[in-house]
Every structure is written in structure tokens, then in C-alpha cells.
């Protein structure tokens, strides 16, 4: 299967208003090139120095999304060109992307990562912690991000229906926000969903999805 087929056949399910995030990490630049001239123009990666390499080389109307673990010392490499910043999951973080964006004259999105998964490994805000953040701190502290709205990763399980509860969770999570702790009208979208679970993230919710093996394949690490 070719990449702008894979591309094709999730737009196909995929509803209206939900963005396709091509999650690239691991794949070369070539490969990334077959996915932009399918049309897409979204791309994930989780590593500043492979991001770094890859936007110097590939079209500049990519958006760019960082998705991994992100160290503060390392923000100032992606800050003058990421797009949004899917895994701010310190206040530490926070505001050094708000510095640094701040240097470059940039705003930038971020989503917040909100750890649901019941396993322990995975990263993330406890929710309390972000409901603090949230309420307690008016949006203008942060003037140099724009947080756009949640991120999150349901357990790695067979089990669907723990995975139905997690992304369940955090979409009610999610409303919550909205509604009660007003983080601005750029809060909208709740990112859930990769290669094994996005039909039941989309049926929970999700705005966007990130997917990586279903568009490019399996990742030779
Ligand atoms: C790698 C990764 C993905 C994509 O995973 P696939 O299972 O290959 O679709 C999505 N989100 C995050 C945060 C990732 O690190």
C-alpha cells in the first residue's frame, strides 16, 4: 500500500472537522515528500534533532506538530518554527515555550498532555494539576502560547473498552475545561488517537489524530 493511499483511506473514515496529524518520526525525508504531495500537511515528530534536520529539508508550508517527550533546554532549537507543541506536560515547560516564543516573536500553540492512561509509564498532567493551571492562571500569563486545547494517550491494551474509558475520561475532561475554567476561545481541540485506536478516540471526541505505522508503515527504530 502506498503512503497516498493509506493517506486516502483514513481521510475516508475520518469525519468532517477532525485533523489528520502524519506522524513521521523514524521515516525519512522522502518518505514524509509522498505524504506532502498526497496533500497533507500536517506531520508529528517527537525528537528535536530528527525535527530539526527534517524542516530544514522538507517545504516550509509544513506545520510542524512536536509530539514527544520535550526537554526545556531543547525548546529554543524548534521554537522559531514548530507549529504546536501537543506534549506540554510541566508549567516548567509552559513557560519556556512562552520565553522562547517570546524571543522569536511567535506565538505558539500548544495542547496540554493529560495523562489518562491507567498504566503509570506514560507522560502527562495529572488532571487536578491542569484544572489548577487552567483555572488559577489567567491566559495572560502565558502571552506567547496559545493553549489550544488537550492531548492524550490511552493505555497500549487489547482492551477496548479500557481504551473507550480513558478517551471517555478525557473528553469529559475536556468539556470541563470549556466550560467551567474558561482557557479562551482557542480551546478546541483534543487530540486522541494514533495508529490502534483512532476509530474509538474519534467516536469519543477527538478533534485530531495522530497517526504514524497506518500512514507510513512499521518505524525501523
Ligand atoms: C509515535 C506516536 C504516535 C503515532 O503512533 P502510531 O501507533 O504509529 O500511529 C502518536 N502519538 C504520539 C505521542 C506518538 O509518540
Redesign the pocket.
Known sequence: MSVAQNIADIRSVLPAGVTL?A?S?FHLPQTIREAFDAGQRIF?E?RVQELMVKQSLLPPDIEWHF??TLQTNKVKNIAPFVHTI??VDTVRLLKEIDRQAAGCHRRIRVLLEIHIAEEASKHGFAMEECRALLRDEPASAYPNVCIAGL?G?ATFTDDTTQVQREFQRLHAFFEEMKNNCSPGDSFTELSMG???D?PIAVACGSTMV??????FGT?NY
Open positions: 496529524v506522524v518520526k508529528g517527537s509530539i514527544g501537543q506534549s492531548m494517550m494514533m495508529s490502534g483512532y495522530r497517526i504514524g505505522t497506518a500512514v518505524r
